[in-house]
């Protein structure tokens, strides 16, 4: 597993994030929203997050949905390339930002100051998605395979998921490209210079309609988490109440998501423009898999289990308390002031 690229990013982010600041980021004033008629004061955050795809639907769902602005936030949603996550959010650039946890993970075991709030992905749905004359997985020996970044979940669990399943082991039966996007994995793969990809539906599907094959899917190998909301615990501790509004448009959004079937694929309809089969198909996937948890909770269970596989992989050298790495305490605010309205 090539972790340098995050660990080059880690060690120049804690030199310099001392010096960073936020500049004209939002006030903290705490507890004004959750009493009183007035409204809450107006604040600006930017959210990191990987791409507009169908996979990042809460944070779109949010958005245009009108939920950060019910919480008075304006919210400036800031598409960023994974490698560049982790600088971002050390350096301040962005306030929130929603990614693969193993990154933050061993960050953190390093010294560096974040925390995880809250959950996006709770299972990995990609789809492995190979060329028109490749039938079953054993034919990728030999071939080129297009993942994503070296560390994030998807490409760490489908590099497990090929050894074990299939007995193919990453850079000695087929050899790994990081793409670095799923647009770049798309564009490798309908060019012919990858035998197969990870893909996340429904962009799986579209390319199933243009004949290429689907061979098998991450969802159910191993249960962890596959992205989570981060911020640092300078910006957590200075302006809670603004964290804890964000949260809860995040549940508010996450709620609509799993109550309204139609309004998402109309929606998905719409911004991805999908056909309607596809759309009731992606959502029927998503809801199937749970990948999106309603409650925004990262589970323990599934957090200790990725960072036993992080061990295993010598990206850190052992499983740290779960609290050193998530405060729930700001989700289960939000969850109290849903309540209370």
């Given at each position: 597993m090539t972790w340098q690229i995050f660990s080059l990013a880690i060690s120049w982010c804690l030199v310099t994030a001392a010096g960073c600041s936020l500049g004209a980021g939002p006030s903290s004033q705490a507890g004004t929203s959750a009493q009183g008629t007035q409204p809450p004061p107006l604040a600006e955050i930017r959210f990191g997050i990987g791409s507009e795809n169908y996979g990042w639907m809460p944070a779109l769902i949010a958005r245009d949905k009108g939920f950060f602005e019910r919480e008075n936030l304006r919210v400036e949603i800031i598409n960023l390339r994974a490698e560049a996550m982790l600088p971002a959010i050390l350096a301040q650039e962005v306030h929130i930002v929603s990614h693969s946890p193993d990154p933050f993970i061993a960050a953190v075991h390093k010294?560096?100051?974040?925390?995880?709030?809250?959950?996006?992905?709770?299972?990995?749905?990609?789809?492995?998605?190979?060329?028109?004359?490749?039938?079953?997985?054993?034919?990728?020996?030999?071939?080129?395979?297009?993942?994503?970044?070296?560390?994030?979940?998807?490409?760490?669990?489908?590099?497990?998921?090929?050894?074990?399943?299939?007995?193919?082991?990453?850079?000695?039966?087929?050899?790994?490209?990081?793409?670095?996007?799923?647009?770049?994995?798309?564009?490798?793969?309908?060019?012919?210079?990858?035998?197969?990809?990870?893909?996340?539906?429904?962009?799986?599907?579209?390319?199933?309609?243009?004949?290429?094959?689907?061979?098998?899917?991450?969802?159910?190998?191993?249960?962890?988490?596959?992205?989570?909301?981060?911020?640092?615990?300078?910006?957590?501790?200075?302006?809670?109440?603004?964290?804890?509004r964000f949260l809860k448009a995040w549940l508010a959004s996450l709620e609509w998501i799993h109550s309204n079937r139609e309004g998402v694929v109309q929606y998905s309809m719409e911004k991805h423009k999908l056909s309607r089969e596809h759309a009731l198909e992606a959502y029927d996937t998503y809801m199937k898999y749970s990948a999106w948890p309603r409650d925004g909770k990262i589970r323990r269970k599934g957090f200790e289990a990725l960072m036993g596989l992080m061990v295993s992989l010598k990206a850190i050298d052992n499983v740290m308390p779960f609290e050193r790495l998530v405060d729930p305490s700001y989700l289960d605010e939000a969850q109290r002031r849903m309540t209370e309205r």
């Amino acid at each position: 597993m090539t972790w340098q690229i995050f660990s080059l990013a880690i060690s120049w982010c804690l030199v310099t994030a001392a010096g960073c600041s936020l500049g004209a980021g939002p006030s903290s004033q705490a507890g004004t929203s959750a009493q009183g008629t007035q409204p809450p004061p107006l604040a600006e955050i930017r959210f990191g997050i990987g791409s507009e795809n169908y996979g990042w639907m809460p944070a779109l769902i949010a958005r245009d949905k009108g939920f950060f602005e019910r919480e008075n936030l304006r919210v400036e949603i800031i598409n960023l390339r994974a490698e560049a996550m982790l600088p971002a959010i050390l350096a301040q650039e962005v306030h929130i930002v929603s990614h693969s946890p193993d990154p933050f993970i061993a960050a953190v075991h390093k010294g560096a100051p974040l925390v995880l709030i809250g959950s996006m992905f709770d299972t990995t749905p990609y789809d492995l998605v190979a060329q028109k004359d490749i039938n079953q997985v054993s034919e990728l020996r030999g071939k080129r395979v297009g993942l994503l970044s070296p560390a994030t979940v998807g490409t760490i669990l489908t590099r497990e998921m090929l050894r074990e399943r299939y007995g193919l082991v990453a850079g000695t039966d087929f050899d790994v490209i990081n793409t670095g996007s799923s647009t770049a994995t798309v564009s490798q793969i309908e060019s012919g210079a990858i035998a197969a990809g990870i893909i996340i539906p429904p962009t799986s599907y579209q390319l199933r309609d243009k004949g290429f094959k689907i061979l098998t899917n991450t969802s159910g190998f191993m249960d962890v988490p596959v992205a989570a909301l981060a911020t640092t615990t300078e910006y957590a501790a200075n302006h809670r109440d603004v964290v804890v509004r964000f949260l809860k448009a995040w549940l508010a959004s996450l709620e609509w998501i799993h109550s309204n079937r139609e309004g998402v694929v109309q929606y998905s309809m719409e911004k991805h423009k999908l056909s309607r089969e596809h759309a009731l198909e992606a959502y029927d996937t998503y809801m199937k898999y749970s990948a999106w948890p309603r409650d925004g909770k990262i589970r323990r269970k599934g957090f200790e289990a990725l960072m036993g596989l992080m061990v295993s992989l010598k990206a850190i050298d052992n499983v740290m308390p779960f609290e050193r790495l998530v405060d729930p305490s700001y989700l289960d605010e939000a969850q109290r002031r849903m309540t209370e309205r």
